[in-house]
């Protein structure tokens, strides 16, 4: 447990106790919470009978144990519920156009088809003809290929089923398993290129936002002309898209060490 100079040390032990319930996943004796603090029992009693008050620790009236309290779990909803993605993702989408000078798509997976819930506009001469609230299909666009290739087999079967792979550019993929394959890919590389698979001369480059849970439930994507997102400018656009997309998953509350998402189906 890291110290710091402004840290009170009872408070510090009181989290630590909580930690330590959480990594056990039931029940815990008096004593082993003691071994595993280096406290002696007595001081660990009193931070327990503490939490216990409050309601972030239980005790067995049968063992007399101690496991996490349902106070725990009324506080992570309340956080869970705030981590709106368009509330979290707000300022990175800012500072993606503003670092980048193109424009920024927000996008989830509803019904099969990508829905845009937020939009930030280039001050470039060329702009993309894009809303907020606007169903794109999911096949042919950067975000959609990202939450596809999050997505079991078996949904991605009946997406194509229900939606098909209608053809919109020359590069638009309507194949299947070219369209596996090309899912395979994106899982592997941690970002998807729309290839102006939807619209000519358009290039776009979109990376997966993960939840608290670890779950992939939105994309985020920088969209402009071919022209201007090609070469050493296209790196640049990947490596920011997927920090932000990163960054933004951090504000969500994912935490990639603590949690290993199975991202393939």
């Not at 619209?199 to 969209?223: E, F, Q």
């Amino acid at each position: 447990m890291e110290k710091t100079p402004s840290q009170i040390r009872s408070v510090a032990k009181a989290l630590k106790i909580i930690d330590i319930l959480a990594e056990a996943r039931g029940e815990l004796a008096l004593h082993e919470i003691a071994e595993k603090l280096g406290l002696a029992k007595s001081t660990v009693h009193g931070l327990l009978a503490t939490l216990k008050s409050f309601g972030y620790v239980e005790q067995s009236p049968f063992t007399g144990k101690y496991k996490l309290g349902v106070r725990l779990f009324e506080i992570g909803n309340i956080v869970a519920h705030s981590w709106d993605v368009r509330v979290v993702a707000a300022p990175y989408i800012q500072k993606l156009v503003d670092d980048l000078g193109e424009t920024v798509h927000l996008v989830v997976l509803d019904k099969g088809e990508v829905l845009y819930i937020d939009k930030r506009e280039s001050q470039q001469s060329i702009r993309i003809v894009s809303q907020v609230g606007m169903r794109l299909p999911a096949h042919c666009t950067g975000v959609g290929k990202v939450l596809l290739a999050h997505l079991p087999s078996s949904e991605v079967k009946r997406i194509i089923a229900t939606k098909g792979l209608p053809r919109f550019t020359k590069n638009t993929i309507t194949d299947p398993q070219a369209l596996e394959a090309e899912l395979a890919k994106v899982r592997a590389q941690g970002y998807a290129i729309d290839n102006e698979e939807i619209m000519d001369s358009l290039r776009c480059v979109a990376a997966p936002i993960r939840d608290y849970t670890g779950k992939v439930c939105a994309a985020i994507s920088v969209s402009g002309p071919v022209a201007r997102l090609e070469g050493e400018r296209l790196k640049l656009a990947i490596d920011l898209v997927t920090q932000t997309a990163a960054n933004i998953s951090a504000g969500l509350g994912y935490r990639e060490e603590a949690i290993k998402p199975a991202c393939s189906p």
